[in-house]
């Protein structure tokens, strides 16, 4: 574990923006940031624009550059008026500080402004709008019951104002993340490369370079050392050799050293091996087409109990979401869950429930519990309607990173993980110490957790299916000269 030393100081105990940000993004590119060893716009990406250009803002809207001054934005903020360009903010009995984007003032309300690049909301969107919301409050004129932020996004080509109301969930995940972020800063994080724009970049490339010059073949999905061995055999080094090379001939030459590969195997080991060259993701079979309604699953689940603990859905209908989580804490509730996901599936006939490894995790576990409650006929059809996104990019996408976990597909295409849990092992034992509390409010509070921790999936498994679709397709598969 990489680890600070010496006396942790008082100003250390105060939380940027910035580092709510790039932790959020990923905890191992926030430790380089926190110890100099990255810029800011390395760890989280360049600033914001400020004021998007065809945002359909009603009223008087203020661009500063620079700041405004203090004593003239204590005027501003009582005013009726919109302003992007804020200065640097502080919350003393909160220890954060940072600017929000922009500040909807609204008299004295102080509304946060978020300005992004994507369609729907998501998750770290809320946190950051809470985080901006709790900055805010030192400076509002009068106490507001109902917390709010305005988020701005990208959908036909223009810039809409969306209304976020923000939860009591929502401030908790940030208290409990700026705690977080207080810890790391003691402690420093656990080194995990992920597929980050930071990690793929700036952090990889120190890794890569030091694996290429030793066992570069393994950088590629399914490529373990064994094989690589094999390919050796027959003069195939470095991903470069493998572009370089025939596939026939390379077939016939590894089938002699008693590998068996066919030209189709290696057409994709070898587009894997030209994304690391570019730089970019290769699409090189047609992705899943399923119209604009469609709906997202993802569980939770306890293998040896056995229990689904969280079936959480995503009910897509165009730029529409509709987030849905059924929780269990007994079997009782579980087959109350599996009856209402029966409902929602029948109400929503012909749509495809999109999955990431759901043919060997969800359905087998959506499987064995229907059976034990006497519910074999209740997900008729759903096996028809299912699309396994995994099962898609396994024979037809690849990404420079050596595997395809939803975490690192995700993150390549900008999807920012606002969970501090890591995967699905801790969300089980976060989930055990649930079961565990006697207080109603730390159960409520894991609960939470454990919700956005699903959510975060659904929106990554949501995002990267619309990713994957506004990809163009490379040539044919079965074209074997080389590259």
Not at 123 to 144: H, I, N, Q, S
Not at 464 to 471: G, K
């Amino acid at each position: 574990m990489d680890s600070g030393s010496g006396q942790f100081p008082a100003a250390r105990q105060w939380v940027d923006k910035i580092d709510l940000t790039a932790y959020l993004r990923c905890p191992y590119a926030w430790w380089h940031l926190e110890q100099g060893l990255l810029s800011s716009e390395e760890a989280i990406g360049p600033a914001g624009d400020g004021l998007p250009e065809h945002a359909a803002w009603e009223g008087r809207v203020e661009v500063f550059d620079p700041p405004p001054a203090p004593k003239e934005l204590r005027r501003l903020f009582s005013e009726d008026v919109r302003l992007f360009g804020t200065p640097t903010l502080e919350n003393v009995a909160q220890k954060i500080y940072g600017a929000p984007q922009g500040v909807d003032a609204d008299s004295g309300a102080l509304w946060p402004i978020k300005v992004g690049s994507h369609r729907n909301v998501r998750r770290a969107d809320r946190l950051e709008l809470a985080f901006d919301w709790m900055l805010l409050e030192p400076y509002r004129f009068y106490g507001v019951d109902e917390p709010t932020g305005w988020l701005v996004l990208e959908r036909d080509g223009r810039s809409v104002p969306v209304e976020v109301d923000l939860s009591v969930s929502d401030f908790e995940q940030v208290e409990a993340l700026l705690d977080e972020i207080r810890r790391a800063k003691r402690t420093g994080v656990k080194p995990r490369i992920c597929g980050c724009p930071t990690c793929r970049d700036p952090l990889r490339d120190r890794m890569r370079r030091k694996r290429r010059n030793r066992k570069a073949l393994t950088l590629l999905f399914g490529m373990g050392r064994g094989r690589a061995v094999a390919f050796e055999k027959v003069g195939v080094f470095s991903l470069e050799d493998l572009e370089a090379r025939d596939l026939q001939t390379l077939t016939d030459e590894l089938r002699d050293v008693g590998v068996s590969a066919s030209p189709d195997r290696l057409a994709e080991l070898r587009f894997h091996a030209q994304s690391y060259r570019e730089g970019r993701a290769i699409l090189f079979s047609p992705p899943p087409t399923l119209g604009g309604s469609f709906i997202a699953l993802d569980l939770e689940y306890d293998a040896f109990a056995p229990l689904i603990w969280l079936i959480g859905l995503y009910l897509i209908d165009d730029d529409r979401c509709e987030h849905v989580a059924l929780w269990a804490d007994d079997a009782a509730a579980e087959q109350a869950n599996l009856e209402r996901l029966g409902e929602l599936l029948d109400s929503r006939p012909g749509q495809p429930v999109v999955t990431w490894a759901g043919a060997s995790a969800d359905l087998p576990q959506l499987r064995n519990a229907c059976k034990r409650f006497g519910l074999s006929d209740l997900l008729d059809g759903l096996e028809e309607r299912h699309v396994d996104l995994y099962a898609s990019a396994r024979h037809g996408l690849r990404l420079p990173i050596p595997e395809l976990a939803l975490g690192d597909v995700s993150a390549f295409f900008g999807v920012v993980k606002s969970s501090s849990i890591n995967d699905g092992r801790e969300a089980q034992m976060l989930f055990t110490r649930y079961l565990s509390r006697y207080s109603h409010r730390m159960r409520r509070r894991i609960r939470n957790e454990l919700i956005a921790y699903n959510l975060d999936d659904l929106e990554a498994l949501v995002e990267t299916l619309w990713a994957i679709q506004d990809l163009p397709i490379e040539q044919a598969r079965l074209d074997l000269a080389p590259l």
